[in-house]
């Protein structure tokens, strides 16, 4: 697996996309309602709606991509990983779960 994207959660997610594009050249990879991707060159940067994003707290996820989402939670269950979230939208896969520190980490299809 490879880290593909971190994804913060914001009020603003149109605002925050432009101040990327503008301060780092950053491109729009996909757009939907709520959400805006911009391309890392490496690892992308995903802007979510979330209201509330007020800067307290982690408003971050790292996003692990794989093929094989199923195969890989099994993987990381046998390491004692706990899932807390997973899900399917739009034909892509999800699993959540939280990092010693206390992270959000999410394996996902999308995009891989």
Aim: net charge negative; charged share 30%; with cysteine.
């Amino acid at each position: 697996m490879r880290i593909g994207r971190v994804v913060l959660f914001v009020d603003d997610v149109a605002g925050l996309a432009e101040f990327y594009q503008r301060c780092f050249g950053m491109e729009i990879v996909s757009k939907e309602k709520g959400w805006i991707e911009l391309d890392g060159r490496g690892c992308n940067l995903g802007l979510h709606a979330a209201k509330g994003a007020d800067g307290e707290g982690s408003n971050a996820k790292i996003c692990w991509l794989t093929g094989d989402v199923l195969g890989e939670k099994e993987r990381l269950e046998d390491l004692g990983v706990k899932f807390v979230r997973e899900f399917e939208w739009e034909g892509m896969r999800f699993a959540d779960f939280v990092d010693p520190a206390g992270n959000v980490v999410q394996i996902t299809d999308r995009g891989a």
